[in-house]
């Protein structure tokens, strides 16, 4: 797979956050007499110096700022996995708090080294203020693709409520357009069982942008359901929004009407089961009539351990 070009995200990381202190370069041990050589022990790296230096797993608490709101536990376990043979490609980002130090960006890489049992890990440790902090968290995770279209909206709301910035503040700090942050936003006006489908990956962004056009939320939720059991596209979508805002108003039939809630209990019972037997994220999507299960992979491997569950042969 080809490497995507960088992104806008790259640039004015290093306006974000600066060393702790600047690197100080190690004392040169004093000369020993030639009769009697004597090994000097090395210099620990200094704090803020480029690269990084180890520091006490324990000593780590996370972010109060972190945008991911889901860890899933396999994932978790296949990084630890890749952690133990290959060795951590890439240090976590840390600042001092107090006698400890908090999370800036690689939360689920110290979490891997938690459940490895390592007592250290490699961080570079930086300077930064809370707003800073935040958004080059939400950096480190779009840059890494690891967060779900609520996640990153959430990330958004976030920076601008907790630090008083606009969007267009809030925008430059994680190097995107305005109206990509507006347009982010806009998701989170969906109600819960939608922003559900999205962050599930049962909706696309683009479904949600559609289904926004019909502000009764009943009708959005009706036409959702709808577009999920059919597996209608975008432009099949629009259609269907516009068929509904000329007839004002959507078909209920089509929307599985008499699911009770004692159904909805068993499906989220039968979900949380599917999840923890398959080692993946999955969705059901539960009518009276027909409905739907999604199991999300992630790369050819994932796809095969699956397979390998269910007893089919790839």
Same mark, same amino acid.
């Given at each position: 797979?080809?490497?995507?070009?960088?992104?806008?995200?790259?640039?004015?990381?290093?306006?974000?956050?600066?060393?702790?202190?600047?690197?100080?370069?190690?004392?040169?041990?004093?000369?020993?007499?030639?009769?009697?050589?004597?090994?000097?022990?090395?210099?620990?790296?200094?704090?803020?110096?480029?690269?990084?230096?180890?520091?006490?797993?324990?000593?780590?608490?996370?972010?109060?700022?972190?945008?991911?709101?889901?860890?899933?536990?396999?994932?978790?376990?296949?990084?630890?996995?890749?952690?133990?043979?290959?060795?951590?490609?890439?240090?976590?980002?840390?600042?001092?708090?107090?006698?400890?130090?908090?999370?800036?960006?690689?939360?689920?890489?110290?979490?891997?080294?938690?459940?490895?049992?390592?007592?250290?890990?490699?961080?570079?440790?930086?300077?930064?203020?809370?707003?800073?902090?935040?958004?080059?968290?939400?950096?480190?995770?779009?840059?890494?693709?690891?967060?779900?279209?609520?996640?990153?909206?959430?990330?958004?709301?976030?920076?601008?409520?907790?630090?008083?910035?606009?969007?267009?503040?809030?925008?430059?700090?994680?190097?995107?357009?305005?109206?990509?942050?507006?347009?982010?936003?806009?998701?989170? &006006?969906? #109600? /819960?069982?939608?922003?559900?489908?999205?962050? @599930?990956? %049962?909706? +696309?962004?683009?479904? $949600?942008? *559609?289904?926004?056009?019909?502000?009764?939320?009943?009708?959005?939720?009706?036409?959702?359901?709808?577009?999920?059991?059919?597996?209608?596209?975008?432009?099949?979508?629009?259609?269907?929004?516009?068929?509904?805002?000329?007839?004002?108003?959507?078909?209920?039939?089509?929307?599985?009407?008499?699911?009770? &809630?004692? #159904? /909805?209990?068993?499906?989220?019972?039968?979900? @949380?089961? %599917?999840? +923890?037997?398959?080692? $993946?994220? *999955?969705?059901?999507?539960?009518?009276?009539?027909?409905?739907?299960?999604?199991?999300?992979?992630?790369?050819?491997?994932?796809?095969?351990?699956?397979?390998?569950?269910?007893?089919?042969?790839?």
């Amino acid at each position: 797979m080809a490497t995507p070009p960088k992104s806008r995200l790259g640039r004015g990381l290093g306006g974000l956050i600066s060393s702790a202190a600047p690197a100080q370069p190690a004392p040169k041990p004093e000369a020993a007499p030639a009769a009697a050589p004597a090994a000097a022990a090395p210099a620990p790296a200094p704090t803020g110096a480029p690269g990084y230096q180890e520091i006490a797993v324990a000593l780590i608490e996370p972010s109060p700022y972190q945008a991911r709101r889901e860890v899933i536990p396999e994932q978790l376990a296949e990084l630890a996995e890749s952690i133990r043979a290959e060795g951590l490609l890439q240090p976590i980002v840390v600042r001092k708090a107090g006698q400890k130090f908090q999370l800036i960006a690689g939360e689920r890489r110290w979490r891997a080294f938690q459940q490895l049992k390592i007592k250290t890990i490699p961080a570079r440790i930086v300077e930064a203020s809370n707003a800073s902090s935040a958004a080059l968290g939400l950096i480190e995770n779009l840059q890494r693709e690891g967060l779900n279209p609520i996640e990153e909206a959430h990330g958004y709301a976030s920076l601008i409520r907790d630090f008083d910035l606009t969007q267009e503040t809030a925008a430059t700090r994680v190097g995107k357009g305005r109206a990509s942050v507006a347009n982010s936003l806009r998701l989170l &006006a969906l #109600d /819960a069982e939608l922003q559900g489908y999205l962050a @599930k990956s %049962l909706l +696309s962004v683009g479904h $949600a942008k *559609v289904l926004l056009g019909i502000n009764d939320a009943a009708q959005r939720t009706v036409l959702a359901r709808r577009v999920i059991e059919e597996g209608l596209s975008v432009r099949a979508t629009e259609k269907l929004t516009g068929q509904v805002k000329t007839d004002g108003g959507a078909k209920p039939a089509k929307a599985g009407k008499g699911a009770t &809630a004692a #159904d /909805a209990a068993a499906v989220a019972s039968i979900q @949380k089961k %599917l999840t +923890s037997h398959l080692g $993946a994220r *999955v969705a059901v999507l539960h009518t009276p009539k027909k409905g739907r299960i999604v199991i999300e992979y992630r790369g050819n491997e994932d796809l095969q351990r699956l397979l390998e569950k269910l007893g089919v042969e790839a």
